[in-house]
């Protein structure tokens, strides 16, 4: 199964990127699927995930209310469309998928199956 992140890029504050994470191999809509990012400096951290037939979904603090995560099962592909990005929103973003129940979905350490990640830059 690989997982290929695209979407990153330099935006600035208060802009929009969409990322999205194209999924081959597996059967993608057993999987349940999130969003986790490392900033400079720090230890990668939950994002957001997706249920896998889409009907829940989970999100940080943060980024509840600018945030969007969202899944097309017939693409085998997850996405998250970022709004009103700050600053702080600059990370690596990576997407991952995990077959184990829906109440791990912000642990990281459930989730077997990782992107290579894309940079997100926040900036003026």
């Known amino acids: 199964v690989q997982l290929q992140a695209s979407g990153g890029g330099l935006v600035q504050p208060g802009g929009s990127l969409r990322l999205s994470c194209a999924v081959s191999g597996g059967t993608f809509s057993s999987y349940n699927m999130a969003w986790f990012r490392r900033a400079p400096g720090k230890e990668r951290e939950f994002v957001a995930a997706?249920?896998?037939?889409?009907?829940?979904?989970a999100y940080m603090d943060s980024v509840k209310g600018r945030f969007t995560i969202s899944r097309d099962n017939a693409k085998t592909s997850v996405f998250l469309q970022m709004n009103s990005l700050k600053p702080e929103d600059t990370a690596v973003y990576y997407c991952a998928a995990t077959s184990t129940i829906w109440m791990y979905a912000r642990n990281q350490e459930h989730y077997a199956l990782w992107g290579h990640g894309t940079l997100v830059t926040v900036s003026s």
């Open positions: 997706i249920k896998r037939n889409g009907g829940y979904t």
